[in-house]
């Protein structure tokens, strides 16, 4: 068994121990992080004369060189090594001897581990941004297309007042856009240095945390060292953004799904986004929906699990913080996974702008406009809503929408009835006449999904400089 600490141990440690302890199967998903990290340190550790010149030019070399062999598949990450910062010291002593045993000078695994998962985290928190940013795109797409398509609203999932196909995706956009800023703020927030922190006191080396953080893109180092080993808070706090994105997603999962329903028609989901039955032929089920909206729970489960480790953890480091990684993986690959596949579902999809139009026409869905017509023409509120409520009543009776009855049937109800209702309670009025921003009228939506396009050409990662590059020149 290959490990770090066995100094003053005489017994070697129980196989079964051993195996409950080691973490490799799971941290080797980091060897990018940890490997970049310990060039930052040597490089660190060569400018203050720790190391020589010579031994900081040859572990680098070796490092990249290990790299490189583990990416091209020709050097496996074998489990016999306790965990990743193991095997890559192991490599540099079988490569390069006594200067391999310095790689560790000045530094524990516990700071070590938590840069990698700074590291490997901060990446995640951009490449789930891109997702969302494509989303975003998407969505913005239809809004621009779908203006004039008009479709219920709904309170309660009953039919309440028209509202447009671009309006009611443009509540996901908001959504969505305000995980974006998540995002954003998760990662200023977790943009600080843990390197240099040791096992929970710093070192008496003369280290630069200063210069391994500069050399990482990070802001600065963080401030206590204790604290440093220690901090969890950007994990649980990108879980519970992962968790508010499930959430989003299967709330549009949930609409897909009905909307895909025999009942309502409303869009048609593109065959390579859905399956059929094994006995029913005539099926089109929206899997993909489905297993989003199902996926959800998972990823708050590992919201919850990690709250739950964390809770009675006095400071520092405790072994019980190696649960952080296996759940955060799995919650990360779920999340990023449904958003590709959501996104490319609600690319494809194809939205039944007549079967939206007469669910609205014949939901009642211009009821509230009908009153306020009455309202408008002297009829006390309390009045017209009992008018309107009993003209309805005939309408289910008679199987027909508002628009369908003659003048003559509505002066049965009020005698305030004249030929512009029908004009004032069309789809097209009832839309257009609410004007406020954040309202359904065109012109509003127009000024909202231009605002959303100038905020779509702004991306706050351009401003985030390329670390990687510099640290392997």
């Excluded at 020589?52 to 990416?71: D, G, M, R, S």
């Excluded at 996974?337 to 490319?344: K, M, P, R, S």
């Excluded at 309202?375 to 009993?390: L, S």
């Excluded at 929408?401 to 004009?423: G, H, Q, R, W």
Aim: net charge negative; with cysteine; aromatic share 8%.
């Amino acid at each position: 068994m290959a490990q770090l600490w066995g100094g003053c141990f005489t017994k070697e440690t129980n196989q079964l121990v051993y195996n409950f302890n080691a973490s490799i199967s799971f941290d080797k998903k980091f060897y990018k992080q940890d490997m970049e990290g310990s060039i930052a340190h040597v490089k660190m550790l060569g400018k203050q004369g720790i190391l020589t010149e010579i031994e900081t030019k040859q572990l680098v070399k070796t490092i990249k060189e290990i790299l490189q062999e583990v990416e091209a598949g020709t050097l496996e990450i074998s489990d016999k090594y306790e965990d990743i910062h193991s095997f890559v010291e192991a490599m540099l002593i079988e490569r390069l001897g006594d200067i391999g045993k310095k790689l560790h000078t000045g530094r524990s695994r516990n700071d070590q581990v938590a840069l990698d998962m700074r590291l490997y985290t901060r990446q995640e928190v951009l490449e789930t941004d891109e997702l969302l940013e494509k989303l975003l795109n998407v969505i913005l797409i239809i809004m621009e297309n779908n203006i004039n398509t008009y479709m219920p609203g709904f309170t309660h999932l009953q039919k309440a007042q028209p509202v447009t196909l671009a309006h009611h995706l443009g509540a996901y956009f908001e959504m969505f856009k305000r995980d974006r800023q998540r995002m954003e703020d998760i990662y200023q927030r977790m943009n600080y240095c843990p390197l240099g922190s040791g096992a929970l006191a710093g070192t008496t080396y003369p280290l630069d945390r200063y210069d391994t953080a500069k050399q990482m893109g990070f802001e600065g180092p963080t401030l206590n060292s204790m604290d440093g080993v220690s901090d969890r808070d950007y994990l649980i706090e990108f879980l519970s953004a992962l968790s508010t994105i499930m959430m989003h997603l299967s709330r549009f999962s949930e609409e897909v799904i009905i909307w895909n329903s025999n009942e309502y028609q409303f869009v048609e989901i593109d065959d390579a986004y859905s399956t059929g039955s094994s006995i029913m032929p005539q099926k089109k089920n929206p899997d993909i929906a489905e297993l989003v909206r199902g996926k959800t729970g998972r990823v708050y489960g590992a919201l919850m699990s990690l709250l739950t480790t964390m809770k009675g953890i006095p400071l520092a480091y405790n072994k019980d913080m190696q649960e952080d990684k296996e759940l955060t993986f799995d919650a990360i690959d779920t999340v990023k996974g449904c958003l590709a596949l959501f996104t490319g579902m609600l690319s494809t999809i194809k939205f039944r702008k007549d079967r939206m139009e007469a669910s609205a026409k014949n939901g009642f869905t211009n009821a509230t406009d009908a009153a306020d017509y009455l309202v408008n023409h002297g009829v006390p509120f309390r009045d017209a809503h009992g008018m309107i409520g009993q003209l309805v009543l005939y309408c289910i009776e008679k199987k027909a929408a508002i628009d369908d009855l003659s003048l003559e049937e509505l002066k049965a109800i009020s005698p305030v009835f004249e030929k512009d209702i029908f004009e004032a309670i069309s789809m097209k009025t009832c839309v257009e006449k609410r004007l406020t921003i954040g309202a359904p009228g065109q012109e509003v939506m127009k000024k909202v999904i231009s605002i959303e396009r100038e905020y779509l050409s702004k991306d706050w990662k351009e401003k985030i400089k390329d670390w990687e590059s510099e640290l392997f020149k």
